[in-house]
């Protein structure tokens, strides 16, 4: 029955989202001339059109792209250099603990091909626990957040609003973990020889999961960020 009711609501999203309604006839973006998701039959949404839409789920930001790795790798070794300095430091413990707890708590490691499927918040508990299985080292996970804060407050147009900064940690600390990757050797039907099959299978950097994915670095590092912030960029 469980299987059936998903069926029907599927289907019933599906009409609803080919009938374009009028009353969404415009994107929300400023500026933006296109109609909102919902006013075509492209969707549901009733506040921005497609494209507005895809970059807010890629980049947190309606109109602001990513930062470049050319933009952010400064920082990233300014603070990772600064973190490995002063391991000693309580704040700078503290982060690093609540990033281990992060490991431990996402569960079994799942492929990325076993994603599919999954909550996105059950996505963002794997994310750690294939961070845990890399063995990542933590120190370099909470360099990201001190990088990000301070890429933005070195931004001369910089969007403060929380989401763009969790989704621009999440982006980085989501390549960090990679994909899957596997192979296998077959034998060839006709005797002569085997063959090498490969896989390899990435999880997509978009959506609500960078959002988890973002929060939980953020609750992490916070005491961190507060604390010691104005160090690591002063020093």
């Known amino acids: 029955m469980n299987l059936a009711r ?18 969404y006839s415009y ?19 009733r506040l921005y059109c497609r494209k507005h839409h895809d970059h807010f789920q890629r980049h947190g930001s309606l109109f602001k792209p990513s930062y ?10 300014a603070a990772a250099k600064w973190l490995e300095e002063n391991l000693d430091d309580a704040w700078v413990q503290s982060a690093v603990a609540a ?28 994310h750690w626990a294939r961070l845990r299985t890399a063995e990542v080292d933590p120190v370099k996970v ?16 910089p969007d403060w609003r929380p989401e763009y900064k969790r989704v621009q940690a999440a982006k980085i600390v989501h390549r960090m973990a990679s994909g899957s990757h596997k192979k296998w050797t ?19 950097s978009r959506g609500r999961v960078l959002r988890h994915i973002g929060e939980d670095l953020e609750n992490a590092c916070a005491l961190l ?11």
């Open 68 to 77: 470049k790795a050319s933009e952010l790798n400064p920082f990233r070794k």
């Open 186 to 204: 077959r034998d060839r039907l006709d005797g002569s020889g085997s063959w090498t099959e490969e896989m390899h299978v990435y999880p997509h």
């Open 27 to 45: 994107c929300r973006a400023v500026g933006c001339p296109n109609p909102a998701r919902a006013g075509t039959a492209d969707g549901l949404g």
């Open 6 to 23: 998903r069926k029907k609501r599927k289907e019933e999203v599906k009409q609803r989202a080919s009938k374009p309604d009028s009353m």
């Open 225 to 235: 960020t507060q604390h010691r912030l104005d160090r690591i960029r002063r020093d």
């Open 142 to 157: 909470v360099s990201v957040w001190s990088a990000v804060e301070m890429v933005i407050k070195s931004d001369p147009q």
């Open 99 to 126: 990033v281990k707890q992060l490991y431990q708590s996402g569960g079994p490691h799942v492929e990325a091909y076993r994603l599919r499927g999954l909550k996105p918040r059950q996505r963002a508990w794997a």
